[in-house]
């Protein structure tokens, strides 16, 4: 499983890229407005940061508008993967620019009936909202496993399923059990993922009894160095 970061926040980004487990990154307009940055700026610093695919939103509604914009981020950088809304508009647009062998993540999607179109206009990921549909008493997970699903039973279909709008682990792991392809998750859900309190007391106790030995493995390492010399 793939895991991109939900954030327009560069430092959040160095920090997670620096773990070397970042595949990716997804920004949406109100990432954007909320990193108060102008776009390409923001756009272009990420792509310089994570080589993965970095989605990046276009604004208009209309596909020739869209398609402009398309060509500007794009120029930005060759990883930069662009976002259209599950309108026809938007998937419109993603088969022209699939055409052209841009990557496209189309955003929005609610519904598997949703993902099949994608999936036929040729998208490069599909992003059902899962937070997004719990927030009104459905169950998000059952969306991802119904496109998961839909998806396997088709060879041409390449689309991969990208699970967005994650408000916890649950949803990650969940998403994991059924084959979703990509995780975008928010950096503080990241940050939980390595959390465990049997860890952290597993590890005080390891380094407890450790200390007590008084032994240091790079001082001993020295020391059978110095004696082989
Ligand atoms: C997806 O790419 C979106 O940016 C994002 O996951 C939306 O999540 P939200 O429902 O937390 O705003």
Not at 128 to 144: A, K, M, S, T, Y
Not at 187 to 212: C, I, M
Request: overall charge negative; charged content about 20%; some cysteine.
């Amino acid at each position: 499983m793939k895991f991109f970061v939900d954030t327009a926040d560069l430092a959040e980004i160095r920090d997670l890229a620096a773990t070397g487990l970042l595949d990716g990154v997804t920004t949406n307009p109100s990432l954007i407005a909320k990193s108060g940055r102008n776009m390409l700026d923001v756009i272009a610093e990420i792509c310089d940061v994570v080589p993965g695919p970095v989605s990046a939103e276009v604004t208009a509604t209309d596909v020739e508008t869209m398609l402009a914009e398309a060509e500007v981020l794009s120029s930005v950088a060759s990883n930069v993967a662009i976002k259209v809304p599950l309108t026809p508009n938007g998937l419109k647009t993603c088969k022209t620019l699939r055409d052209r062998d841009i990557l496209v993540n189309v955003t929005l999607c609610f519904s598997a009936a949703q993902a099949v179109l994608a999936a036929k206009a040729g998208a490069s990921f599909i992003s059902p909202f899962v937070g997004r549909l719990d927030d009104i008493g459905l169950r998000g997970l059952d969306l991802i496993e119904e496109i998961v699903d839909i998806y396997n039973q088709y060879d041409n279909f390449e689309t991969e399923v990208l699970v967005a709008s994650i408000r916890g682990p649950a949803h990650v792991i969940d998403s994991a059990r059924v084959g979703a392809h990509v995780a975008t998750v928010p950096p503080n859900v990241l940050r939980q993922l390595y959390q465990h309190p049997l860890t952290e007391k597993g590890l005080d106790a390891f380094l407890k009894d450790w200390e007590s030995t008084g032994q240091s493995i790079l001082e001993q390492a020295n020391q059978r160095k110095d004696a082989a010399e």
